[in-house]
């Protein structure tokens, strides 16, 4: 019988340990199969197609983390809805220790058909490198390996699950005299802008707080994510708030010129650093769940369900 695990193991322990002694450390590996075992699997990792992982994650902490990812074939582009499994290793002096993890990844496509990623739930349980052993089954049912290594941080840049949100004095329509001066969105929900974040925690009531902007977005997904946050505002707006923070302070100067543009003091105290980004917040303050990029009306309706219990 096959044995999927042992030939995981083997080819992503072969990688990972190849990949950092070319970073100039050690290695010290397992041999979890006998040599024969080895030798095939060694074998068919260097006849499967050359695989690259583009991780799309930021934010890494000790911790529970939703990790997304992108997997790319040499000559052909990314892999889309591939089955995928992701195993977690730590990196030390002395080699490799794992497999921590093992877990099957979810393919997330974005808004079009444009594009995805692959949903990892991982839990990393120190601080510091570790590396991902990433198997794709292919549509022959043959297996193709990749790798990449992540840093670990003790605490998370943004808040935390089960952290207070921060109270931000963001600004609002109050203070502006036209919504353009508060979003690059061509077609706003005056209610998204109408409270600041700490007003909306005031009134003890769950919150979704979004942050991109549609007109500027890296990864032209922020447009498509505001538009998920409406769609699910109009089922849940009695029940709780929904926000919307550009990530610019002065969206209508820029005009096409982004080195006119100002980064929104509240990414700042909210500690990001790429878009977009989108938390669900429940009635007593607490985050609840956060997604870095985009995230589909599925994931962020669960988000929404488990804080309006």
């Known amino acids: 019988m096959f044995n999927f695990r042992r030939t995981f193991l083997t080819i992503s322990l072969t990688l990972l340990s190849l990949a950092f002694a070319a970073c100039g450390g ?5 041999d979890p199969t006998p040599a024969a075992n080895v030798e095939a699997s060694a074998s068919s990792a260097s006849e499967a197609p050359q695989l690259a992982v583009a991780l799309a994650s930021t934010d890494l902490a000790v911790g529970e983390n939703r990790v997304s990812f992108g997997v790319i074939q040499q000559g052909t582009g990314p892999i889309k809805n591939a089955e995928v499994q992701v195993q977690t290793f730590v990196i030390t002096d002395a080699g490799l220790d794992g497999p921590k993890q ?10 079009g058909g444009s ?3 692959y949903i990892a739930q991982l839990s990393f349980d120190q601080a510091g490198e570790w590396g991902l052993g990433i198997l794709l089954t292919q549509s022959n049912g ?7 290594r992540v840093q670990v941080q003790e605490q998370s840049l943004t808040p935390a699950i089960g952290a207070f949100a921060i109270r931000s004095e963001n600004k609002t329509s109050k203070d502006v005299s036209d919504l353009e001066e508060l979003t690059t969105d061509t077609d706003p929900d005056p209610n998204m802008y109408s409270i600041t974040i700490a007003e909306a925690l005031d009134q003890n009531k769950p919150l979704l707080v979004t942050f991109s902007t549609p007109a500027y977005c ?3 997904t922020c447009g498509p994510q505001l538009g998920v946050v409406k769609d699910l505002k109009s089922s849940h707006s009695s029940d709780m708030n929904f926000l919307h923070i550009e990530v610019y302070d002065n969206p209508d100067e820029i005009q096409g010129d982004l080195t ?3 980064i929104s003091p509240t990414l700042t105290e909210w500690g990001l650093r790429t878009e977009p980004w989108t938390f669900v917040v429940d009635a007593e303050g607490l985050v609840q769940a956060k997604f870095e990029g985009f995230v589909g009306p599925e994931d962020l309706e669960l988000a929404i369900q488990a804080v309006l219990q």
Do not use: M
């Open 26 to 30: 050690s290695s010290t590996e397992p």
């Open 102 to 111: 093992t877990v099957t990844a979810s393919f997330r496509e974005w808004p």
């Open 115 to 117: 594009g995805g990623v």
């Open 142 to 148: 043959s297996l193709a390996p990749a790798t990449t």
């Open 218 to 220: 890296q990864s032209a």
């Open 260 to 262: 006119r543009g100002k």
